[in-house]
């Protein structure tokens, strides 16, 4: 997106760096500039509708205030079925950590009362009839059946029991590790769902101005692109030009004054940025008229404040 300050900004560039170039012997060490500003452009992370727009051109936010919203429909769908998959899993998880439910195991408790019950009246006729076989007053063939019979109910009763101690027993390893393992899963993925609904707002990351607002509500817009432009304090600077042959001894690090219509006072800067090469491209065979108009671009930093405001023309003076 054009910008009209950057339409500005550019043709004060084009004037600057000829009046600079054209500047008279006596001007040495003045040099004409403006202020650039190094905006935030707060994008979308993700496609989709402008619900809302919480800032006005002009506010001042801080880091986390909310900037814009889209709207969440589908998202929120997604998270809930993330949801329910993940309780899903933790309760599969939970069923074969815990083995056989309350009730299962009370139906076998009860399975084992009534093999007791049966073992102890096998036990007692086999202690009534097994004197009398001994005794010859009753037959073989009883004292075997009550024998058989006493055997039956004991292994009933050692089966009950082995069938609640394997029900209260957990399931085997490899299935309680597949049980955590797609339980994790599940919540990684709940917390996919939830980092994309939560990038349906997005939040300052930074303290600063709201300088435009692109995109207004009820707009669709694309991922990544810009829906407000902030200036953060301290991202203003100052461009300039020198001439070619003014150029030695300016470095980086040195300080420069800053003049502005308006000012009531020089803002003090510090030169952050030389250009390797000429702002425009000479002729292949340099003349000494051709030397006289190359100018390079250089970049100074105000120390303090942000009271220029940005395309406003500056006067700087070198020391």
């Not at 491209?281 to 000494?288: F, G, K, L, M, Q």
């Amino acid at each position: 997106m054009i910008r009209t300050s950057t339409f500005r900004a550019t043709l004060l560039l084009a004037l600057f760096a000829i009046g600079a170039a054209c500047a008279p012997a006596d001007h040495r060490g003045v040099y004409v500039g403006y202020v650039e500003a190094e905006y935030i452009y707060v994008a979308a992370p993700q496609a989709g509708w402008l619900q809302s727009v919480e800032v006005r051109e002009g506010d001042i936010v801080s880091d986390g205030d909310l900037l814009f919203s889209l709207d969440q429909d589908q998202q929120r769908a997604v998270y809930a079925e993330a949801a329910g998959r993940a309780e899903q899993a933790a309760a599969q998880a939970r069923d074969i950590a815990t083995g056989a439910r309350s009730d299962e195991v009370a139906q076998l408790e009860a399975q084992l009362a009534e093999a007791n019950a049966r073992y102890a009246q096998a036990k007692s006729e086999k202690n009534r009839w097994l004197p009398l076989v001994k005794e010859g007053n009753a037959s073989e063939a009883k004292g075997d059946q009550v024998t058989a019979d006493f055997n039956a109910a004991l292994a009933r009763v050692k089966a009950a029991n082995e069938a609640i101690a394997v029900a209260k027993l957990a399931g085997r390893d490899a299935a309680r590790e597949a049980a955590a393992a797609a339980s994790a899963s599940a919540i990684a993925a709940l917390d996919q769902a939830e980092w994309t609904l939560d990038q349906r707002m997005v939040h300052a990351k930074t303290r600063g101005r709201v300088e435009e607002i692109f995109q207004r509500k009820g707009e669709f817009i694309r991922a990544g692109s810009p829906v407000a432009a902030i200036l953060p304090p301290g991202n203003l600077k100052i461009r300039f030009f020198i001439p070619q042959a003014e150029l030695i001894g300016v470095s980086v690090g040195d300080k420069v004054e800053i003049a502005a219509d308006g000012a009531d006072r020089r803002l003090d800067a510090v030169i952050s940025h030389i250009a390797s090469e000429a702002e425009f491209t000479p002729p292949v065979i340099y003349s000494a008229g051709s030397r006289e108009k190359l100018v390079f671009l250089v970049e100074a930093r105000l120390t303090h404040g942000d009271i220029l405001r940005p395309g406003l023309p500056v006067d700087v003076f070198l020391p």
